[in-house]
Each structure stands twice: as structure tokens, then as C-alpha cells.
């Protein structure tokens, strides 16, 4: 299975993992895990989780969404009735799109924090 994770100030990077799991999740973020939904996400079924309280333990910026700071890692998977699965690879090609190729400010209000 394969996840991906964007890191404050470092490039997005993918990693494979046997099973994605809430213990995972939650090493992979810091702590207590949230997700956020985008228009854009969703349309491509990916899901974004964050550290639900990133923000009250003062974690690193990472990037813009909607008007929304993101701070702290963020970790990207695929969506599957109401399941985390493995990104597919038109998912990472997507979130390569969002990250790597072309980082800049869409509709959804992408935008790098450095």
C-alpha cells in the first residue's frame, strides 16, 4: 500500500506500507489524527489527514488550503467506501501535480508556506 506524506519544508514523498492502520496514522502525523476534505480530493478520492491539534501545539507550517493553514506533516490516502486505501497511481500523479511538478495557488487555494 502506498501513502503519501508532505512533510513542513520538504518535498512530498511516498512510502510503502504493509497496511494503513490508525497506529500508523497517527505515528505519521504526531498524534490524534484528522481529516480534511477538499472539493479537488475528493474528486480524485484522496483523503488528507493532519494532526488534529497540530495547530494548539504550535506544529511547523506546511501549506494553504481553502484559507486553512496546515501545519504539521500531512499525510495523503486513497478513499474506498468509507475506508483508507492505497493511492492509486493516477492519485500520485495528482498529488504530483499539486506538489512536485507545479506548486502553486489553484481554486482550492494550494499554497506552498516557506
Not at 49 to 72: Q, T
Request: charged share 25%; aromatic share 10%; hydrophobic share 45%.
Amino acid at each position: 500500500m502506498i501513502v503519501a506524506v508532505k512533510n513542513p519544508g520538504e518535498e512530498i514523498t511516498y512510502k510503502v506500507v504493509p497496511e494503513i492502520t490508525l497506529k500508523l496514522l497517527q505515528e505519521l502525523v504526531g498524534g490524534y489524527i484528522e481529516t480534511i476534505a477538499t472539493t479537488q480530493l475528493a474528486k480524485n478520492k484522496i483523503v488528507m489527514i493532519v494532526n488534529e491539534e497540530g495547530k494548539l501545539k504550535w506544529l511547523k507550517s506546511n501549506f494553504w488550503v481553502r484559507g486553512d493553514l496546515i501545519v504539521g506533516p500531512a499525510v495523503f490516502v486513497g478513499r474506498k467506501c468509507g475506508e483508507f486505501v492505497s493511492l492509486s497511481e493516477d492519485q500520485v500523479k495528482h498529488l504530483n501535480q499539486q506538489f512536485v511538478e507545479n506548486f502553486k495557488i489553484y481554486r482550492e487555494g494550494w499554497l506552498e508556506v516557506r
